[in-house]
């Protein structure tokens, strides 16, 4: 699909980060877009942002769903055919993400699940809701949002990170066996992988407000366990006051937006370059291509403490994350 103007697109995650950035870009090239997110402010502002920029008769609009859940997903799926006066669809863009869920072992089990079922469950979801509606179509397109972490299931030795990294590599596999399934069932529909490294986005911030660790209103365990965390890292937090925990939590999140190598409208036209190009993997940063590399060259070592230290030798990554 080499132009998207005139053509519909839904995106998840729309009103924040990447699926902003998707939903203004996509909009500009006259293509009409349908979004989801939790937050409806959030959408109201990209919306707003894409329309600006649109050419007239562009049609952007919104729906309040989250995509762990199949019924509000479904629910999405109708407004869309109601909101556009359509059949069908042309792109789906899976974007929706939050993080969280690091440990099997030590983290609740409800943190983990919901990790898992945003970023694995969203995409599963809403793949199957779209997905007739992307076969009616005369040319489709899935693009599914993985992240580094589908290529490598780590943020280094002293951090477990096992609800983000398991979804973010089923939605790899996922994608990469859709593109046999499509070929032969439907020929005139095919997908992407998307593979984001340091993306400047408030997905620190997002998670930590949707599993209840509002920097404002963090409970003190959650402030210890942060503590906990950062000790290990090597941050000298042991005697942080709780106030000044809430702020660092805080600086964490906006240096993760703010000091990122890659934009978040970068990214987006990165990916959108991606499928005009028809490629079904698309590497989203220098150092998403340098980890890629990394990981084939050995990919025996690459969860050993040396290979992280290697790398933040090298300055490639700082934080990991989509």
């Known amino acids: 699909m080499d ?6 697109a839904v995106v998840t995650g729309g009103g924040t980060g990447m699926g902003r950035a998707l939903v203004r870009q996509l909009a500009a090239e006259g293509c009409h877009v349908s979004m989801c997110d939790v937050a409806e402010p959030a959408m109201a502002e990209s919306r707003d942002a894409a329309l600006d920029g649109a050419p007239d008769g562009t049609r952007v609009t919104t729906f309040v769903a ?17 909101d556009h006066g359509t059949d069908n669809v042309n792109l789906l863009f899976n974007n929706a993400g939050i993080g969280g869920g690091g440990s099997l ?8 699940d919901k990790t898992f079922g945003v970023d694995w469950g969203g995409v599963y979801f809403c793949t199957r809701a779209f997905l007739p509606l992307l076969v009616a179509s005369d040319a489709g397109h899935i693009v599914n949002t993985s992240s580094v972490n589908g290529l490598w299931a780590s943020v280094g030795p002293t951090t477990p990170h096992t609800a983000y990294s398991a979804a973010k590599f089923a939605v790899r596999g996922f994608t990469e066996a859709l593109i046999t ?4 069932h439907a020929p005139h529909v095919s997908a992407s992988v998307v593979f984001p490294g340091h993306i400047g986005t408030d997905i620190v911030l997002n998670t930590a407000k949707l599993h209840g660790r509002d920097p404002d209103t963090m409970s003190v365990e959650d402030l210890e366990a942060f503590r906990a965390q950062g000790i ?4 000298p937090l042991a005697e942080t006051s709780h106030d000044d925990l809430r702020g660092a939590v805080k600086m964490m999140g906006h240096g993760f937006r703010d000091f990122a190598p890659t934009s978040a409208e970068q990214a987006a036209t990165i990916i959108l370059d991606g499928v005009r190009a028809g490629r079904w993997r698309i590497l989203v940063g220098e150092d998403a291509g340098t980890l890629d590399e990394e990981v084939r060259r050995d990919p025996e070592r690459v969860y050993d403490p040396e290979f992280w230290a290697e790398l933040q030798a090298r300055g490639v990554f700082n934080v990991l994350g989509r």
């Not at 132009?3 to 519909?8: L, P, S, T, W």
């Not at 072992?105 to 983990?112: F, G, N």
């Not at 290990?232 to 941050?235: A, E, I, N, P, S």
Request: net charge negative; charged share 35%.
């Open 3 to 8: 132009q998207f103007a005139g053509r519909i």
């Open 66 to 82: 989250d995509v762990s859940d199949e019924d509000q997903v479904l629910a999405f799926r109708d407004a869309v055919l109601a």
């Open 105 to 112: 072992l030590a983290d609740s089990r409800a943190e983990w």
């Open 181 to 184: 399934d499509l070929r032969l």
């Open 232 to 235: 290990k890292m090597g941050f």
